[in-house]
């Protein structure tokens, strides 16, 4: 017999504003892109939960406007609604700003505030966030970096961007530009293979306007999850101490995805007809940073042994946009009919739903059969006539936390009776068990209770055990 564990970790409600920090000589614009982090409607709402955010308006003698669309001869307007639909789609803010004579670098906070959403975890009521914005004055005759921006990089974890940079004028003495990252994932080099790592340029008063290329380097990592970052280059020396230029990163996660079940462990009854449960997956299919069209079918679908179940359809397409309802952030339904199987050794049968693809263009996406992750989700079949009684079939436990459930015996046994409960070798090693019961011929029928733990760990990720109950002695060998 088994049970299974699930307990996921919780994302609070936020904002998401790539880049984080915005740099414009005056007189010209940039932009800016926000979303939301999570979802503010809850599964099967009802009613307005749609999420307005609110870009502050700077003060008319900055010289800085905002504008959340192009068209420049209507007012500026200020406000980006997020849906249930599009909360993960980031959507544009335009900065612009205008010359001045005043001699002056300007440096000034957008703040953003967010409105609306569900109740409770999905209440978006107090969530701000900000954008800091460098405008740099262009009269000053002072010595700085040429050019005086630079691009934001948007490319697949792995990869290394050349940028060049020198400076405008002569300097009065050697000049050190030093190469920071707000993310240690994101780094720098002097090559384009990302081998030899620096952290500075060096200009002298003979080269200071020929340009030095260096790369930033996106470092890869194992959590599916898209990284940025914000880089700065600062100046210190030859009269350009405090000179600073800035720009944004976003590191695309060229990860497999994982398949995500709305329901885990799928149980089903040997008699009790069929179940459904839907299935997505965690991200976007990714190669080389950008999105790409899969032909049909994506995935396969098999059932572990069609004696205990079959399931269908036999195959799922999943694409990058939500075509017909097949896309990647989409739950598909699969649809479970147990087979009724008068040769259970066990109160539960433990099988699996399968997910596997021989297409030839995933051999560069790493998708097949062996290696891709999460291909499988557990399924209890849940016998007709049990020989151990549990009180539950599944249970959810929050991290750090535990949970109970009880046994006891069907039928009276002849002499005493161990019960082992063992955890699953692919299952969390951050779930404990109680280890075993002892059931005797007075007792058989007293439920006795298991303690299950689930440690508290860093990740941002659901976990999932199964526990095995295997029961030996009076009859029940």
Same mark, same amino acid.
């Given at each position: 017999a088994a049970v299974t564990l699930g307990f996921a970790d919780k994302l609070d409600a936020g904002l998401r504003s790539l880049p984080a920090r915005l740099s414009l000589d005056e007189g010209s614009s940039g932009l800016f892109t926000v979303r939301l982090t999570t979802s503010p409607t809850p599964k099967d709402s009802a009613g307005n939960t749609d999420v307005t955010v609110t870009i502050a308006q700077p003060a008319a003698s900055t010289g800085v406007t905002i504008?959340?669309?192009?068209?420049?001869?209507?007012?500026?307007?200020?406000?980006l609604t997020f849906t249930g639909a599009n909360w993960h789609t980031a959507q544009t803010?335009?900065?612009?700003?205008?010359?001045?004579?005043d001699y002056a670098h300007a440096r000034l906070t957008l703040s953003l505030s967010a409105s609306g959403g569900g109740s409770g975890d999905y209440d978006y009521a107090s969530v701000t966030g900000s954008v800091?914005?460098?405008?740099?004055d262009t009269d000053d005759g002072t010595a700085s970096f040429n050019p005086t921006t630079l691009a934001n990089v948007i490319d697949a974890e792995g990869s290394a961007v050349a940028r060049s940079i020198a400076l405008s004028q002569q300097p009065s003495a050697a000049v050190t530009v030093s190469l920071s990252s707000t993310n240690s994932d994101v780094t720098f080099s002097s090559d384009s293979a990302g081998n030899t790592a620096i952290t500075e340029l060096d200009f002298t008063t003979s080269d200071w306007n020929t340009a030095q290329t260096f790369y930033t380097v996106l470092g890869s990592d194992?959590?599916?999850?898209?990284?940025?970052?914000? *880089? &700065?280059?600062?100046?210190?020396?030859?009269?350009?101490?405090?000179?600073? /230029?800035?720009?944004? *990163? &976003?590191v695309i996660d060229t990860g497999r995805?994982?398949?995500?079940?709305? /329901?885990?462990?799928? *149980?089903?009854?040997?008699?009790?007809?069929t179940v459904t449960v839907g299935v997505r997956l965690t991200q976007k299919t990714l190669f080389n940073g950008s999105p790409i069209r899969l032909t049909n079918p994506l995935l396969n679908v098999t059932s572990s042994d069609t004696s205990v179940f079959t399931v269908s359809p036999r195959s799922l397409e999943f694409q990058n946009h939500n075509n017909n309802n097949k896309g990647w952030?989409?739950?598909?339904t699969l649809t479970l009919t147990p087979v009724n199987d008068s040769t259970f050794t066990s109160a539960i049968k433990n099988v699996t739903i399968n997910f596997s693809s021989a297409q030839s263009n995933f051999a560069n996406l790493n998708y097949n059969s062996t290696n891709f992750p999460g291909a499988s989700i557990p399924v209890q079949v849940i016998d007709d006539d049990p020989d151990l009684i549990l009180s539950e079939a599944s249970l959810t436990v929050t991290?750090?936390?535990?949970?109970?459930?009880?046994?006891?015996?069907?039928?009276?046994?002849?002499?005493?009776?161990?019960?082992?409960?063992?955890r699953t070798a692919a299952s969390s090693t951050d779930v404990t068990v109680t280890p075993s019961l002892t059931f005797t011929t007075d007792n058989w029928n007293m439920a006795q209770t298991v303690t299950v733990s689930a440690a508290d760990d860093d990740d941002a990720f659901a976990d999932t055990a199964m526990i095995d109950l295997t029961a030996s002695g009076g009859g029940y060998a």
């Open positions: 504008d959340t669309d192009t068209d420049t001869s209507n007012s500026n307007q200020n406000t803010v335009y900065v612009r700003t205008t010359d001045d004579s800091e914005l460098s405008v740099r194992s959590d599916k999850i898209n990284d940025s970052a914000e *880089v &700065t280059l600062s100046a210190s020396g030859g009269g350009l101490s405090g000179e600073a /230029i800035h720009y944004g *990163v &976003t995805p994982d398949i995500i079940p709305s /329901i885990s462990p799928v *149980v089903v009854n040997e008699d009790g007809g952030d989409h739950y598909q991290e750090g936390g535990t949970g109970t459930f009880t046994v006891k015996l069907a039928n009276p046994p002849s002499a005493q009776v161990m019960v082992a409960l063992e």
